[in-house]
């Protein structure tokens, strides 16, 4: 049987015996037994590492490991290209990444922060949730428009859920019900999954493609973001409907609760910055600015800090949420998209007060050409609002196409069949393909794939 001594009175025999009730002499036979069983007591003594951060960098192909003791990157996994979902599982022993370049999901052993495992699921697999007894792995596969359904104990697929190019999934706190954003073009919205029946259920029907959702701890509210709408939206999925809007930035993306659900963090990616929510009144009580373009937010299990992924910047943000403000920024490669933390179990969150609200940065323009002179162009497509307009254009050949980005985020125009990509379009700017060739050309935004355009070049 383990003595009740703490790992600091063992080393004191006085405040040990104290504590006890001890003689000295059994004190110091207590303190004899304790170094002789030391190294199977070791372990349990000794301070708890810190928790790591896995971060998915979309440009690297590879998942960066961040100590969060020293918010430094200690590795950096290969897996492959286009590493986009993470989810940690609860004991914390594994992380499981896709890739939507391809068609699988890794497994990688935080022990060794090595892949253990690959799982084939199907093309182009994006979003992940896992249920709270770690027995179920949800992944929406896009390009096959279903969600894969993994038993973690085999790492198999063991069904297979039918929902139109679905993006991301929030499992319900009780793990019987899952909401699936999806995006298929003129069918979007929250498909609805029995997870116990494995089948789909129903569907929330949207004006406007969902991108991320979450539920709140007590599973009393949805909250899901929307393409071109600067609002998060509320959803009581008693009754299926949007009860409220919370106003935000340009381009809010994910909503996510601390683990007590007093706080909801939106990660908003317009003007750089993580709002901060209270629940109870659905309105922002503080922004932090962060870095360009952020896309993710992993709290901590305490709910004091949440680090923020800056794709635009590619590095992560250590934001201290009761003081609103950037405690350290880490450097961790190209793209980050996705960041998962860890969990910790007995950690404790703390209440959070409301100081004022930080500013709010500037973006950056670098890149591609000015919107001034893309103007001159002979055939132009307005990227905004999460979709290019007009979606179909004429021209003929030798004439050229510009997009312009007037949103608040950066898009791509890339081909289906991989002869042009601009890579990211920021904010403000431009990119121009002059066509020599006639032809019908299908094009997509490689960053939100639901957004599609054609082009069609007559002689």
């Not at 104290?18 to 004190?27: E, K, S, V, Y």
């Not at 920024?329 to 950690?347: D, E, F, H, Y």
Request: net charge positive; aromatic share 6%; hydrophobic share 45%.
């Amino acid at each position: 049987m383990r003595p009740n001594v703490s790992p600091h009175d063992r080393l004191r025999p006085g405040a040990g015996s104290r504590r006890l009730g001890l003689t000295a002499t059994a004190a110091v036979a207590l303190m004899a037994w304790a170094g002789a069983a030391a190294p199977m007591y070791a372990a349990a003594w000794a301070t708890p590492a810190p928790p790591k951060a896995y971060v998915a960098l979309y440009g690297d192909n590879a998942v960066a490991v961040i100590d969060t003791g020293t918010n430094r990157v200690v590795k950096t996994i290969p897996v492959p290209p286009g590493p986009e979902g993470l989810v940690a599982s609860p004991d914390g022993a594994r992380v499981y990444a896709t890739s939507t370049s391809g068609s699988t999901v890794s497994v990688i052993s935080t022990a060794t922060d090595r892949v253990v495992s690959t799982i084939e699921v199907g093309k182009n697999p994006q979003g992940l949730a896992i249920t709270r007894d770690g027995r179920l792995v949800l992944v929406a596969v896009f390009g096959a428009s279903d969600v894969a359904v993994i038993d973690t104990i085999r790492n198999q697929v063991v069904a297979r859920i039918p929902v139109g190019n679905p993006h991301t999934v929030a499992i319900s706190p009780d793990d019987r019900t899952a909401y699936v954003t999806a995006q298929q073009p003129g069918a979007a919205g929250l498909a609805i999954l029995d997870l116990a029946a494995r089948q789909r259920v129903g569907m929330v029907p949207l004006d406007k493609t969902p991108r991320a959702a979450n539920f709140s701890p007590d599973g009393t509210a949805l909250y899901f973001t929307q393409a071109g709408v600067n609002a998060v939206q509320v959803l009581d999925p008693t009754r299926n409907l949007v009860v409220a809007q919370i106003p935000t930035g340009a381009s809010p993306h994910l909503p996510i609760f601390t683990a007590t659900g007093a706080v909801e963090l939106t990660v908003v990616q317009g003007p750089g910055e993580l709002a901060l929510v209270n629940p109870s009144t659905r309105t922002i009580i503080g922004t932090v600015a962060v870095g360009t373009f952020p896309h993710w937010a992993a709290p901590t299990a305490d709910g004091g800090t949440a680090y923020v992924t800056n794709e635009g910047a590619n590095s992560v943000s250590v934001v201290d949420l009761e003081q609103r403000k950037v405690l350290a920024t880490i450097p961790v490669g190209a793209a980050p998209r996705k960041i998962v933390l860890q969990p910790v179990p007995g950690s404790k969150a703390r209440a959070l007060t409301a100081p004022p609200t930080a500013s709010t940065p500037s973006f950056g323009q670098a890149g591609s050409a000015p919107i001034a002179a893309a103007s001159a162009a002979s055939g132009g497509v307005r990227v905004k609002d999460f979709a290019f307009a007009p979606a179909t254009i004429r021209v003929t050949v030798g004439e050229t196409v510009t997009w312009i980005n007037a949103d608040a985020i950066p898009h791509t125009s890339t081909s289906a069949d991989q002869r042009w990509n601009s890579g990211p379009i920021l904010p403000g700017t431009s990119f121009t393909v002059t066509f020599d060739k006639a032809g019908t050309y299908e094009y997509a935004c490689m960053i939100h794939p639901f957004m599609h355009g054609t082009i069609t070049v007559g002689n």
